[in-house]
């Protein structure tokens, strides 16, 4: 992919677990509707060049990259390997969506923007919409120690 396009690193289990749909019952069936979604999706309200890492774990390994979605499946701790793709980014635009307030402030520190599940996130299987959270805001948070 371009150096110069925004890197869009998703927090699956977060995102998952952010609609109560069942998602527990299969957590690796969970992050494929999600990687599909992406996959056909994008991100929506960004245009140029994009490419979507969605990071996943535990349960959820084994779950294979698409063509628009490379998936990167976390030795250990999920949150530890978003903030290695922060890091390996150098000077790349990047947005980590997720709702977690710890890996917020981590990524956000080395310079990544942040937004929460709800930018990406899609209706459960009965197409309802999903309960709103207070942590998951629509907008992107701009950096904090800019």
Not at 31 to 47: F, N
């Amino acid at each position: 992919m371009n150096d110069t396009a925004l890197l869009v690193i998703v927090d699956a289990a977060n995102v998952v677990g952010s609609v109560p749909d069942g998602w527990w019952r299969d957590r690796r069936g969970a992050a494929e509707r999600l990687r599909d979604h992406l996959a056909t999706r994008g991100l929506p309200g960004r245009s140029g060049p994009v490419e979507i890492v969605l990071v996943v774990e535990g349960a959820a390994r084994g779950v294979d990259s698409v063509p628009g979605v490379r998936v990167a499946a976390a030795p250990g701790s999920g949150d530890d390997e978003m903030v290695a793709l922060v890091t390996g980014a150098g000077d790349r635009p990047v947005l980590v969506v997720t709702a977690d307030r710890e890996l917020r402030r981590r990524v956000t520190s080395l310079g990544a923007e942040v937004t929460g599940p709800r930018t990406v996130r899609h209706a459960g299987p009965a197409g309802g919409s999903s309960p709103s959270r207070a942590s998951d805001e629509p907008g992107i948070r701009r950096r904090v120690n800019e």
